[in-house]
T-cell receptor, first 115, second 113 residues
Framework: AQSVAQPEDQVNVAEGNPLTVKCTYS??????LFWYVQYPNRGLQFLLK??????LVKGSYGFEAEFNKSQTSFHLKKPSALVSDSALYFC?????????????FGSGTQLTVLP | ETGVTQTPRHLVMGMTNKKSLKCEQH?????MYWYKQSAKKPLELMFV???????ENNSVPSRFSPECPNSSHLFLHLHTLQPEDSALYLC????????????FGPGTRLTVL
């Protein structure tokens, strides 16, 4: 069975500094990997995904993520954080093959960007 | 804004009530999902409908009953719920291919008294 670990419940970063939100995964075979963001009282919004190809994936709002197969990681990054980036971030994985249509989500990381 | 709407946004119900949550997607997708989001827990997939047929049912209690009358609408019928069922219920939709991202609605905040 697949799983996702987001080892940090909370990440604090100063505005203008780079941010990283960590994610590691476990899945049989090759993975599809996703990042979502959730603002208060809102549903999840898709940020970016890794399917195949270039290990560095660029997404919405200046976010990017790097797929590292050897470390089974897919960390979310942004060069310069904004206060408006403060939100709950979820990593998700699903297997490349198989009949499962669902994503397996991590438990989420609360990002707070301090002014 | 995401093309997936949910009503009501907030619902308070007693344990003996019957209510329904509604989800509608305007994106032309052919798969729809119900998730439960509780505090401090990962999202829990409840049901998946693909081409209007239920394809996943993750051991959800029978007091939750989904219905998908067409590819644009999804309902979650609730009856005799328990206080531990209080949570944010999220609907999502996607194209059926496995690599397509899901688009989420804003959720229904359910409180069971």
């Amino acid at each position: 069975a697949q799983s996702v670990a987001q080892p940090e419940d909370q990440v604090n970063v100063a505005e203008g500094n780079p941010l990283t939100v960590k994610c590691t995964y476990s899945v049989s075979g090759n993975p599809y990997l996703f990042w979502y963001v959730q603002y208060p009282n809102r549903g999840l919004q898709f940020l970016l995904k890794y399917i195949t190809g270039d290990n560095l994936v660029k997404g919405s709002y200046g976010f990017e993520a790097e797929f590292n197969k050897s470390q089974t990681s897919f960390h979310l990054k942004k060069p310069s954080a904004l206060v408006s980036d403060s939100a709950l971030y979820f990593c998700a994985v699903r297997p490349y093959s198989g009949s499962a249509r669902q994503l397996t989500f991590g438990s989420g990381t609360q990002l707070t960007v301090l002014p | 804004e995401t093309g997936v709407t949910q009503t009501p946004r907030h619902l308070v119900m007693g344990m003996t009530n019957k209510k329904s949550l509604k989800c509608e997607q305007h994106l032309g997708h052919n798969a729809m999902y119900w998730y439960k989001q509780s505090a401090k827990k990962p999202l829990e997939l409840m049901f998946v409908y693909s081409l209007e047929e239920r394809v996943e049912n993750n051991s959800v209690p029978s007091r939750f009953s989904p219905e998908c009358p067409n590819s644009s609408h999804l309902f979650l019928h609730l009856h005799t719920l328990q206080p531990e069922d209080s949570a944010l219920y999220l609907c999502a939709s996607s194209r059926q291919s496995s690599y397509n991202e899901q688009f989420f609605g804003p959720g229904t905040r359910l409180t069971v008294l």
